[in-house]
């Protein structure tokens, strides 16, 4: 069946429903493990984007502002609470010494580790047993190509 014939017969507010039940239920269960370990949310993302991009030398606060579509002064803020756990850390870019890159730390390394284990664990006991593998990365799929699209 086609997009187009899927979506003529599913109601739109059903699946609007579907998104706001599984994104309450997504941000209750990371926030709640996040707690243990003194990050928000919007920490996290940023902290796992720096994480992504240290080992290619770190990431532009303007890059990370463009990526979640907000001003720098709003990542510069995030940047500060995250340095100031020993999460992050700022050096200059070896091509550019007006620039400086935010890069996680060692203590960041740990802690993401951990964490991306307990979710993936929650997460494979909580869907296991309702959705097929090909189903959850069809699922993944969708999601990060919505997000992209709204750029």
Do not use: C
Not at 37 to 59: H, Q, R
Not at 64 to 87: C, E, M, P, Q, W
């Amino acid at each position: 069946m086609s997009l187009k014939g899927i979506l003529k017969k599913t109601k739109a507010y059903e699946i609007g429903l579907a998104q706001v039940l599984v994104t309450k239920a997504a941000n209750n269960q990371r926030s709640h493990l996040l707690a243990q370990y003194d990050l928000s949310s919007i920490e996290w993302f940023i902290l796992g984007t720096v994480y992504d991009e240290t080992p290619a030398g770190g990431i532009r606060v303007t890059d990370l502002a463009t990526l979640f579509d907000v001003k720098t002064t709003y990542i510069t803020s995030i940047l500060r609470l995250l340095k100031d756990k020993g999460y992050a850390t700022t050096q200059n870019n070896p091509q550019d010494a007006r620039v400086r890159l935010v890069v996680a730390t060692k203590k960041a390394n740990d802690v993401i580790n951990a964490i991306e284990e307990s979710i993936q664990e929650e997460t494979e006991q909580r869907l296991s047993d309702k959705v097929t593998d090909e189903q959850f990365r069809s699922y993944i799929y969708v999601l990060q190509e919505s997000a992209r699209t709204q750029s």
